[in-house]
């Protein structure tokens, strides 16, 4: 029993390894993101591209890029096999079925995240923008039996996941993760207010994308689909113009730091 025991920390303690791993790499990328977004909204965007794809090739161009390109990737990858622990194991919420479900979806979205800056670090950086990902998958989907309904669909639910997660940063529900107790107040109050903006930033460009999936949908038109950096640029054509761009890059910006502060403090 006793040699049981001590095999089930010692899983323990790599899953918690993996999970902050996971949350440093996250706070990575969302920093780049929200850098590059912020960037395009002042007009010295450079042609880069303000995704995950524009995030790595950032990192690539700094020294030691390809070192850190490659520490992305292994992050990404922890990411993925805590979330999918906390699938199968059911982590802190043994007994929420749906919170397992939403972990196995997350599992499913960072080992393609991990697979896609794997691609990204072995090919020198040959790997199609999110926007280009996001007309190609549409294209496809739009040409199957039903595949107008199945568009749809996709674009209400990722409309949904975006109304949830600023929903649930209205109402702070990420602290409930995370070791308050362990925080100052000064310290309380940059997490409570990097995680409220931050959410409520990356839930409007899920919410964004969403409408733009069930755009294509209504109109049949694969180029009405657009990925993250479509996305954040369509909010320069609102008649806020570019400083709402700049808001939202702000956001991601916070995001990436409170992914920083969940790798110290989240309860895992």
């Not at 690539?60 to 993925?80: H, I, Y």
């Not at 409930?176 to 930033?201: E, F, Y």
């Not at 657009?226 to 640029?233: A, C, N, W």
């Amino acid at each position: 029993m006793d040699a049981v025991a001590r095999a089930g920390g010692r899983r323990d303690r790599w899953l918690r390894f993996a999970g902050r791993s996971g949350f440093v790499a996250r706070g990575v990328v969302y920093l780049l993101v929200g850098y590059l977004a912020l960037k395009i909204a002042f007009g010295h965007g450079g042609g880069k591209e303000a995704d995950r794809q524009g995030a790595l090739q950032q990192v690539v161009e700094q020294p030691f890029g390809w070192v850190a390109l490659w520490l992305l990737v292994v992050g990404f990858a922890c990411m993925a096999i805590w979330r999918a622990s906390a699938a199968v194991f059911g982590g802190s919420e043994r007994r929420k079925v749906g919170s397992r479900v939403l972990n196995g979806g997350r599992a499913a979205f960072y080992a393609v995240a991990c697979w896609g800056a794997a691609v990204f670090a072995a090919g020198a950086g040959a790997s199609s923008s999110s926007d280009a990902k996001s007309r190609d998958w549409t294209a496809t989907f739009l040409g199957k039996p039903g595949g107008r309904f199945l568009v749809g669909a996709a674009g209400l639910v990722v409309i949904g996941i975006g109304i949830g997660i600023v929903v649930r940063a209205a109402l702070r529900k990420f602290l409930r993760k995370l070791d308050t107790a362990a925080m100052g107040p000064r310290t309380r109050t940059a997490v409570t207010v990097s995680g409220m903006a931050g959410n409520v930033a990356r839930g409007t460009v899920f919410a964004a994308a969403g409408v733009f999936a069930l755009i294509a949908a209504v109109r049949f038109d694969p180029g009405q689909a657009k990925g993250v950096d479509d996305t954040l640029r369509s909010f320069t054509t609102t008649p806020a113009g570019p400083w709402l761009l700049a808001l939202v890059a702000l956001g991601l910006l916070l995001f990436g730091g409170f992914s920083f502060a969940a790798a110290r403090w989240r309860r895992l």
